[in-house]
């Protein structure tokens, strides 16, 4: 097995720091794979061969009784009272980047979903859709990562299935994860709740992960430091709504279409507008650095381990000071506020001191020249 | 058109006969052709328009031209009468670190 | 980052404004040709901090905008054959042709790759020797030196899978048709301070007496904008009509000698059809004969296009600075940026998608005003 580094920085072997893509020259299956280097279509079709994958990689990874029992069904107990469900696919490309892999992004996007509605997740499933040929080293990284993440996260991954689709059908692993949690008693949140006068917070540094993903795009590639920021944002999101409970009106953790996008969608969901303080919005240097090479706007910009939370103004300061306190939330920050005007709207107040209208984009932000 | 953006000249090495360098953007650090800035040395700031330098920053005009933009305004405290909207804006609240050295990292 | 930050200083930036507060004293028209001057000027709401009599036009200065349908058409036609690797920048994924744009043809199965450099798509054709690689060189006299240096790459590598789909415009030719327009409005032009840089601004001295008109060499960053529209302002108060350059830092008078050289060996003059203005004579860039294997109109042969524009749209009024936005019929309506009718509405570049993006739903009063009970932490 290659070897994995811890999940707070990437996968991958710590030869390779300048992309933190993981180096797979010299793993070797000391798994009993029938001697199976890349995955062929029998991996998929219920028999010996993808009894082996089940048995030797993720059972071992997952490691949790339910999935041992293998049954059709997970069976699972669960506290009484109501249940979030959500469900999300992953096909992001490349399948590492710098500061994670789509392994990680399945657990946490998943897990993400779950806790920004108010719930706390407990149980997974997860999907894989795998060409013929991908190697076993990367899925094997990858289902590591997974492991890891779910550790982390304190979620279990119960029960999965494994498809294999023929050269050429598939960007080598798609994976699809569904979450379950039961809801934390006493919330109330929703993208319809915002209320004018609400603070808006966000829990960190914007654009790092759309940027950590550009950096190694082909055609586009850029030497930098910046990593994705995907993280299992639930205990953060614990502390916050243990400390303002009914307060917190909104959250949402803001991943294609970035922050701008989000807000628009509360905006319209909410029937009420967003204003917002350019000045504020906290990005890093080199995030921002890149943004400007490319032409692209890192409110626009892909995040997976950010969270927005709209909350009553007496509320503000209170859960600043838990997500700064969180080391998920240091560069927290309240960004604006919601207003009754110009409803269903962003404006941003821009460092000039104007105004400009932030509108929903249109399909993914382009790199342009112009 | 025209997106271009200044960069610090960190490498210079010939590559498939160009002139190549590595320009260091606030962090993020690209391969630039410098074919078109021979006079460009490691160390120097360049004007870089889809991966290639187009011209040479002059510091000392950068700073002077600074210099005048500063001064600009500074005696004359009084404001323009008449228009709302921009009183508007010279009212908000000014940055707390006009050069952006402070900002989040 | 430096000579970036420095030139978007806030307060300086409102003490600049408060000078030409101080200067104008009638309503002035002027227009900044280039497309990411717009794009500055909108997003830092720079128009905002002008007095009300100060209004900017937005000129045709978005390549992305002007090349002709028929050369869209031409791209998508090339990228959907088999085999053919379609490089571009990203501001042409959306540009719609008659009947799709090159995101669609993407959709379709066509090989179409965004790159930043023509450079990028130079290795993708030494990597790819089976393939034919197209790129799409479009841009003002910017983006020319790169493109012209990506095909004398190609050439000095004896790659014969590597081509371009040219359509490069200039400048000075653009501002003289706006000016000869009947109707012209405009009284002043920031020039596209990054285009001076490859150029220089010796082209401009006849223009700015011939039409007697104020020309300052501008730069992107909001202090700079402010500064040459300061500077288009004082002159015509004055009634001078100079060129003037107010982007000192990069640009002299004579411009990148080693890029004009190479621009020359290059490229040769042609005439060129701007979209929504018609053909202007002598207003574009062809490869030269030397070079002219590398022109992927004629390695392609691409036949039987039938261009068809929308008879709604009114592109060409916006881009010669005749309408505002708003004063087309089918803005908002027929055409927004998800259906977008012409190039103006689908560039954020465009003046139309600039306004709608940014500010049409607000009237500028409303604008200036929102948020400003924006007091929290």
Partial sequence: ?370 | MCLAIPGKVVGIAEENGLHMGRVDFGGVVKRVCLDYVPEVEVGDYTIVHVGFALSKIDEAEALRTLEVFRQMGVLDEELADGDEAFARAASAPSSPCPDGSCAPK | MKYLTEFRNGEIAQRMAREIHAIATRPWKIMEVCGGQTHSIIKNGIDQMLPAGIEMIHGPGCPVCVTPLELIDKALAIAAQPGVIFCSFGDMLRVPGTDADLFQIKGAGGDVRVVYSPLDAVEIAAKNPGRQVVFFGVGFETTAPANAMSVHIAKRRGLKNFSVLMSHVLVPPAIAAILESPGNQVQAFLLAGHVNSVMGYWEYPPIAEKYRIPLVVTGFEPLDLLDGIRRAVIQLEAGRYEVENAYERIVTYDGNQPAQKMLAEVFEVTDRAWRGIGVIPKSGWRLSEGYREFDAAERFHITGIHTEESPLCRAGDVLRGAIKPAECGAFGKECTPRHPLGATMVSSEGACAAYFNYGRFLSAEDLATAGSGLTHA
């Fill in chain 1, 1 to 370: 097995m290659p070897e994995i580094a811890n999940t707070e920085t990437s996968v991958g072997s710590s030869n390779d720091r300048s992309t933190d893509v993981p180096d797979f020259s010299n793993w070797t299956c000391p798994l009993p794979l029938a001697g199976y280097p890349t995955i062929v279509m029998g991996h998929g079709g219920g028999g010996k061969l993808g009894n082996e994958l089940v048995e030797h990689l993720f059972l071992p990874a997952f490691r949790n009784a339910a999935l041992e029992n293998l049954g059709d069904a997970a069976v699972l107990n669960l506290p009484s009272g109501r249940l979030a469900m959500s469900t999300d696919s992953f096909v992001v490309q490349p399948l590492f980047f710098p500061g994670g892999s789509i392994g990680e992004l399945a657990v946490n996007g998943t897990v993400n979903d779950l806790a920004v509605s108010g719930a706390v997740p407990r149980y997974l499933s997860a999907s894989f859709i795998l060409e013929e040929g991908f190697p076993l080293a990367q899925l094997a990284a990858i289902v590591e990562a997974m492991a890891a993440a779910a550790t982390t996260a304190g979620v279990r991954i119960v029960t999965g299935d494994t498809k294999v689709v023929e050269r050429g059908h598939g960007d080598g692993c798609y994976i699809n994860t569904a979450g379950i949690g039961t809801l934390r008693e006493g919330i109330q949140v929703g993208p319809n709740r915002a209320k004018p006068g609400d603070a808006i917070l966000v829990s960190g540094t914007i654009g790092d992960h759309g940027m950590a993903i550009m950096s190694v795009r082909e055609g586009l590639e850029f030497e930098s430091q910046i990593r994705s920021d995907c993280a299992a944002l639930n205990g953060m999101i614990g502390d916050v709504l243990d400390a303002a409970g009914m307060a917190v009106h909104a959250m949402r953790d803001p991943t294609r279409g970035g922050l701008a996008s989000t807000l628009n969608e509360i905006a319209q969901a909410s029937g009420v507008g967003i204003a917002i303080d350019e000045a504020r919005l906290p990005v890093r240097t080199e995030v921002q650095s890149a943004c400007e090479l490319l032409g692209l706007d890192p409110v626009y910009v892909a995040n997976e381990g950010k969270a927005v939370f709209f909350v009553a103004p007496e509320a503000a300061e209170q859960v600043l000071a838990v997500l700064k306190a969180h080391p998920l939330g240091c560069d927290a920050a309240v960004i604006g506020q919601v207003t009754a005007e110009h409803k269903g709207m962003l404006v941003a107040r821009t460092a000039m001191g104007s105004n400009r209208v932030i509108a929903q984009q249109i399909g993914e932000q382009l790199p342009r020249i112009c």
